[in-house]
Structures are given as C-alpha cells and as structure tokens.
C-alpha cells in the first residue's frame, strides 16, 4: 500500500518555502502556568511568582521552548487579574518584582523564553487612569475610556452586552454618562483608538521587554476597538444555545474594528526594536476569530501568530473538527502562523469534554499525541501534561463570576483553574500548607507530579517523549499538513518538511477501526497502539509513521 493510495483529499497545501529556522517560536510549545493555582511559596493558599520559580525545572524537564504567565499585575481580582489595576506594578499576593526579575533570570538559564499577558482591551475600574477619567468630562483623561450619552429615555447608548451578562454599558453619577464594559462592570473599556492611549500601553509594552520578556500574549485582542457610532448589534435569528443575553447578538459593532490592525503594526514595531526574536500571540475569540486571526497576522507588520477557541469550546473531538484547522490556514503566501490549545485557564479541560465515558489516561495520552502533530505553535496548559480531567468544584466554592451567573448551565473556568497537584500524599496536593483558593480535585492526587515521577507508564513521561518527538521532526514542527481522507472516526494527515514525510493516524472512536500501515513505512511513535501492523487501530490510538527512503 502506498501513501498515494490513501487518496489524500487535496496535495501538500502551500508550495512556499519553508520558514527561516531561526525562529524559535515557529512551531514551538509553550507552557502555560495559571500563577495563582501553580504553588504557594508563603502559605497564603494562592500560589505566587517564587512558586512558578521553585518549579521551573520540571516545566523545562518537558522539553518546551517557553513558559506563558497569565496575569500577576496588581488587580482587585474581581476577573482573578484581568482587570489590571496598574500594568506596571506586581500584585503582592503573587510577590515583587525581584521575585519576576528572579523568574525571568531562572527561566532563560534554563533554556525557557517567558511570554506574559498583555490586556490591553480594558482595565480595572480602580485604575488610576479610570479613576480620573470618571471624574469629569474635562479631565485630562476624560477621553481614555468608552464613555457615552444616554438615549433621549436615558436608556444605554446601544443594546451592546457584556460577555459575562446584561448590558455592556454602566451609568456613571459624576460625569452622567455610561461607560462601555465588554466583560465585567468592574472592567471598563480603554478608548484604544486615542493615541494617548496607544502610546501608554505601548510604553506598558516596552516596560515588560525592558525587564527581559521574550513576548505577549495580548487578551481579548479583538475587543479593543469598536464601532464608534455605536450601531446596534443585529439579533441572532438562527440561535444555538444560550446561557447568556451576549449570545443573542451577532458582536458585528462593539468589537473587532478595522483600526485595530493599525494598533498591532505599531506593537510589532515596539517588539521588533528589541530584535527579532520577540514573539505576540493573540487571543481571538468569537463569530469572526477564522477571519480575525488570519487579519491579525497576516503579513510582516502584524503578530507572528495567534489562537482561537476552535478547540477550546468544542464538545467533542471529532475528525471534522481537526480537518478545520489546515483548512483555516493552508499556509498561502503572506500568512501568519496558527497556534493551538486544547485547554486553558478560561475553557474546560478537555480530557473531561472529550472523553465520553472512555479511558482518561488513554485518552489523555492519545490527545497529547494530536496536538503535537498539529501543524503551527502548541500550548500546553499546566496538568494537561499529566491528564488532569476538569475538576469538580461545589457551588458554594466558586469564585469565577461567570461560572456563578451561569451555574449549573456550564462548567465554568473554576473547574480549570483548581491547584496543581504535586505530591500526592501531602496535604493539598503539595500545592500549599493552606487551604488553597479552589479546593484540590480528589482525583488529582493520584495523578500528582511525584507520583507520576515514580511510574514509567504514566502520562507525564509520555509527554515529554512526544514534545521531544516534536523537536526531533522538522515535519511536526513546522511541515505542512494535508489532510487525507478520513472516515468515521479514523484520521489521517501527512506533515511535510524538506525530504521529510510523516504520516499521521489517530482512531478518535469508542471502537477498532480497520486500518493498515502503508508497506515499508517505519513507526516513530505509537500511542494505545500494541501492534501497529495488526489490521486495527485500537480506539484512542495514535501513530506517528515514517516514509520510507
């Protein structure tokens, strides 16, 4: 059987050279820490910037190029740090900034770059430009913010709603005006499109490379800039389901303006004036993120890369939904460079959307196997590198104001963001001496760092074996990807590098599929796989094949 025989549904999809291999982040992958669930160094049961230090060494045992640090800035954390309060000043429940200074320095000796979170679209209402901006609609600052009149009725300026429920506009007795707010009330929306504004969050920007970051990841990019003649969004007429008002419309005017293209050419300038290994990522959600994420990085005067919630959000991992991603970016002259995530700190941990009654660890193992196969940058989210499934968190524990609005309709970000497990027999899981923020997942125990250290089998190990697999192949890296064609639950891509030629197999199914390696191509790496020339891919099997020479 030759690989022509599998009848590929379309050939390599991009004759464009290969990429410059100086480019550290083409292809790399990425640690993400959660700093407040990561480890607690001072026993206040919230982990902190020394306990992202003390641990650094088991982020770099993985094998990743780079570590991604969600928010540590000072925040009354009504959004657990989203809603920035100062951009440049370190919140003391995560340290200070000789404890990030200490963080970067460790990182970088051990070969890690360090990517953080750069929200740009919106700060906290207790930030000291919103605080002078509401004074007054004369202020020096008066037109930072989103502020606008009432309706003649003194209803909101538009029907606009905000991302965690009800309008996205709130009144305000001193300059009697709203203001906007995409997301929380407590979030007011920077006016991005004033160039005072620009040149402060670029200033931001060069603050954070000055203390030695090697890149951004910018939140809710698409977000930060709106139509401002505040039209009203149109209603949702053919709807899904729907937890909250933000579903109902169709977000066509309180995001994703054209002016913020222009925005990001000046960033990637501030980035590029510290040399060319500086890296930003965008996160692009939304009806438009297909669209958005290739604007966004399209060309050289844009950001290098970024990611959506294709997967992020998906109830079930199906080979459709992995066909979309090489159909999304098929690699065309001129276009940026995808990144990828199966889990984060605001979606559900896929081991728990996706598994469907079938076994965690086999399914957690076959998962890992996938996103490093995939074509573009892979972030992996701290503890899906040892199958962690979503924890449960009881009510009367939660903290996400999403997952309280919404309870019991979704998950919720909670279940996500419980502490990492270290230890399996100490208390709280090794992550703290105290009762932590979130309680620690029973489940998770066993599934713990030291206790997975001790066993040759566990997932852990495995994950560093198939990101070293990724580093060892320049066709997963950063080859094409060509979807062949797959049926039922059987799929099946190629990844193309130079004389390099890698076929992909994956069985996403609850049962055996019938399928045989091409003859003479050699396994490189099979997952739930004892007998790869058997006839059948066993479910939730994976394999890595190479051509033959």
Known sequence: MTLEALSPRTRPLSDAPPAP???????????QVYPRSFADTNGDGIGDLPGVTAHLE?????GVDGVWLSPFFT?????????????????????????????????????????????????SDLHAWFQESRQDQANPRADWYVWADPKPDGTPPSNWQSVFGGP?????????????HNFLKEQPQLNVRNPEVQEALLSVARFWLDRGVDGFRCDALNFSMHDPALTDNPPVTTPGKRTRPFDFQHHDHNQSHPDILRFLTRL????????????????????????????????SDRLHSAYGFLYL???????????????????????????????????????????????????????????????????????????????EVPFD????????????????????????????????????????????DPRHRALAVEAQERDPGATLHLARRLIALRKAHPALRTGAMTMLESREHLLLFTRREGN????????????????????GWRVVEAVNCPDPRAGTLSPLAGLVLSEPR
Not at 21 to 31: F, L, T
Not at 274 to 297: H, I, P, Q, S, W
Not at 413 to 420: C, E, K, L, N, V
């Open 313 to 391: 959000y998906a109830d079930r991992l199906t080979t459709d939904l992995v066909d979309r991603g090489p159909a999304m970016w098929p690699g065309t002259a001129g276009e940026g460079w995808p990144s990828w995530t199966f889990s984060n700190h605001d979606a559900p941990r896929a081991l728990s959307r996706w598994v469907e009654g079938r076994d965690p660890k086999a399914f957690a193992q076959m998962a890992l196997l996938l996103l490093v196969a995939l074509r573009g940058n892979v972030f992996v989210y701290q503890g899906e590198e040892l199958g962690l499934p979503q924890a």
């Open 500 to 519: 390099e030629t890698l076929l992909c197999a994956f069985n996403l199914g609850h049962d055996p599929v019938a399928w045989t390696p091409p003859q």
């Open 168 to 180: 996205a506009w709130t009144w305000d007795a001193r300059r009697h005006q709203y203001y906007m």
């Open 397 to 440: 524990r939660l903290v996400d104001p999403e997952a309280i609005a919404n309870w019991p309709e979704t998950l919720g970000r909670d279940g996500a963001r419980t502490p990492m497990p270290w230890k399996s027999d100490h208390g709280h899981a090794g992550f703290s001496e105290a009762e932590p923020w979130l309680p620690v």
């Open 21 to 31: 291999r100086h480019e550290w982040w083409r292809g790399a992958v990425i640690y």
């Open 75 to 123: 925040s009354p954390m009504k959004d657990f740090g989203y809603d920035v309060a100062d951009y440049l000043g370190i919140d003391p429940i995560f340290g200070t900034m000789a404890d990030f200074d200490r963080l970067v320095e460790k990182a970088h000796r051990l070969g890690l770059k360090v990517i953080i979170d750069q929200v740009y679209s919106h700060t």
């Open 58 to 62: 088991h982020i770099a045992s993985l």
């Open 268 to 299: 990637r300038e501030v980035a590029d004036s510290y040399g060319d290994d500086r890296f930003l990522v965008a996160e692009v959600g939304g009806e438009k993120a297909n669209e958005e994420m290739k604007l966004y990085t399209q060309g």
